[in-house]
């Protein structure tokens, strides 16, 4: 799925968030926090602040985050002056402040504007997403960021909790994916689903990255895939094989399923706990599968390790002939139904 395609499924200030955040290139993680620091002000009604305001939220999740995972690929070269090599100086006593050092402010003041903040709104191809967040303004001894209407309509919206926790999973994902000796795992063979704690865990050393609903309710619009209404914060959320695991039980006395794996991430979708009990082990309907196709296209549309772990699965379907479509792979586990 395009860009385009998925803004238009549902076109809005919100979609064009989860673009920026779900399918921007991510060379380091510098656009997490600052969309983090973004939703923050925005939540406050903020309209208007001084960078130097911005930046101190915007060091601090970064200095939290590298104190426990890298921010940035394994192998890359940080110079003495780069940022993140600032922030790594300066981490402890940052922490024991509970604010940013002067100089990892400064730091932070210094490099956003040629850096994260020219580049967030980007998308790969050289597009953009439809709605802009920010604008700067002001001279280089005082910059100053507006923040458009289109943030504040994002950030007080009814889901503003969940495109928080979206925006923390994804930032685990990429962590991880820059992680020595975990990261090249997830890029190569994807990941898998820890049913015991309904985590995202690579496939060898099965270490946890982040929750299963959280990694993908983004690409369904933060909605049910099976009554397509807004999975709200206060709802129970469960996560519901669209093809019921139950048919690979059901025609192992019968032969054997000969459809793929229905227990991993491609078949799986976060829904209301009420929807997938009452749907049961029922196969889904037409709308369903409209709906998990274009969730599926969404994912091949974002970066390593999700969509890698969709096209494994896309190359291995149940047809000799292999599938290009996500439309023509679910078919093919439709006729294996029958």
Known sequence: ???????????????????????????????F???????????????EMTLRDLAAPYA???????????????????????FLAVAAAEREETQKLGRPTDLLLEAAV???PGMVMQKFHNLRGGTEVPHRFYEVAGTPRRRIVRLTPALLQVAQSEQATGLRTELDARWSIVESSFA????????EEGVSVDWATLKLTDKRRRRPVTGVADALIGFQHGRCLLCD???DLADAVAVDHVFPYSLMQRYASVGGWSGPDLDVLWNLAPAHEKCNSTKSDRLPRPDELVRLAR???????????LRKTLQLALN????SRRSTCWVDFLREVQKCCI
């Open 180 to 187: 020595a000796g975990i990261g090249r795992v997830l890029i």
């Open 33 to 47: 926090a600052l969309g983090d620091a973004l939703l923050e002000h925005a939540r406050h009604g903020h309209t």
């Open 60 to 82: 601090m999740s970064l200095v939290a985050h590298a104190a426990k995972a890298p921010q940035a690929p394994e192998g890359t070269s940080i110079g003495k002056a780069d």
């Open 229 to 231: 209404d807004v999975l």
């Open 1 to 31: 799925m395009t860009a385009d395609a998925f803004f238009l499924a549902e076109p809005s200030a919100r979609s064009s968030w989860r673009l920026a955040i779900l399918m921007g290139a991510n060379s380091r993680t510098y656009k």
């Open 295 to 305: 969730r599926n296209e969404a994912i091949m549309g974002s970066p390593h390790p």
């Open 110 to 112: 210094k490099s956003m």
């Open 316 to 319: 291995s379907g149940p047809s």
